[in-house]
């Protein structure tokens, strides 16, 4: 407070600088100002010397704020609007079915660079015009609109997520399973979940199998034919079996030609009948006849 009604000297001070200026009248020259924040101070002092002052802060931005994109996702009684902007604003949005008389309003309250608000209570299946305002923390303001957009008829639509087909089934089928993208909408082409393919017999392991011969005598009929079924096998499998087969067979080719060569010591050797018999000399009541008997 001043010791006296009226200062007798003032002065202002931008934050860089001191003004004189006159006490009692508007201040308008000298008011630089920087971008961002500023603080200005007014002092005052009467005759005895008493010094007051007064102060005032506030922010200065000479940039406009720019919208950089708008989307909006409708529903049948709303709608969420989506946008990016080029600093942090607070956004009013302004509609109606009316062009000429947009008479509804949704105003934020915190400042975003980018934000989603949602406008509801809006009538499904109707045309709706909007426009927004933007306005920084300096307070500059840009209006973008009219736009406009459509309320759904209360049906959303979706597409499906399915799984990758099954193994193809002995009937001939594949099937799969398929999800909604968004749970409460419909689809919006109803995918398939099953479809028709060529089903493959898998391979099956060598099996003998045996059946009776009907042509074989009454001698054989105790016998057995038995065929090896290599079908379904691979090649390796097939070559390994085989080379079986022959090696079996060849060592008994092999034992035959040595048997026949090499006949048993223990044998019984044909008798020479142009010598006389002798019989053993273990058996002495036994009658000989002469050769000439």
């Given at each position: ?183 409460n909408c419909e689809y919006s082409t109803l995918p398939a979940l099953t479809r028709p393919c060529n089903y493959v017999l898998p391979p099956t392991d060598p099996i003998l199998t045996s059946a009776p011969n009907s042509s074989l005598n009454t001698s054989q009929t105790n016998q057995t034919r038995f065929t090896l079924d290599l079908k379904g096998l691979s090649s390796g499998t097939k070559t390994i079996i085989i080379g079986l087969i022959i090696f079996i067979v060849g060592a008994g080719i092999i034992w035959l030609i040595i ?35």
């Open positions: 407070m001043c010791s006296s009604d009226l200062p007798s000297s003032c002065w202002f001070n931008n934050g860089s600088t001191n003004s004189i200026i006159t006490c009692g009248q508007a201040v308008t020259t000298n008011l630089a100002m920087h971008v961002g924040s500023n603080t200005w101070i007014i002092y005052a002092n009467d005759t005895l010397g008493t010094i007051g002052s007064a102060s005032v802060i506030f922010n200065y931005d000479p940039i406009l704020p720019i919208i950089n994109s708008i989307s909006l996702n409708n529903h049948d009684t709303s709608t969420d609007l989506s946008y990016s902007a080029s600093k942090s604003v607070l956004i009013s949005i302004r509609y109606g079915t009316n062009s000429a008389y947009i008479n509804q309003t949704l105003n934020t309250t915190s400042y975003y660079s980018s934000n989603q608000v949602t406008i509801s209570g809006l009538i499904n299946n109707t045309f709706y015009y909007y426009n927004i305002t933007i306005m920084d923390r300096a307070q500059n303001r840009v209006q973008y609109g009219p736009f406009n957009f459509t309320t759904t008829n209360g049906t959303c639509y979706t597409d499906a997520i399915c799984s990758d087909w099954g193994m193809c089934s002995a009937i001939g089928l594949q099937s799969r399973t398929c999800n909604k993208i968004y749970i048997r026949f060569r090499n006949p048993p010591t223990n044998d019984i050797i044909p008798q020479d009948y142009d010598q006389p018999y002798n019989p053993p000399d273990n058996n002495p009541d036994d009658q000989y006849l002469d050769d000439n008997t």
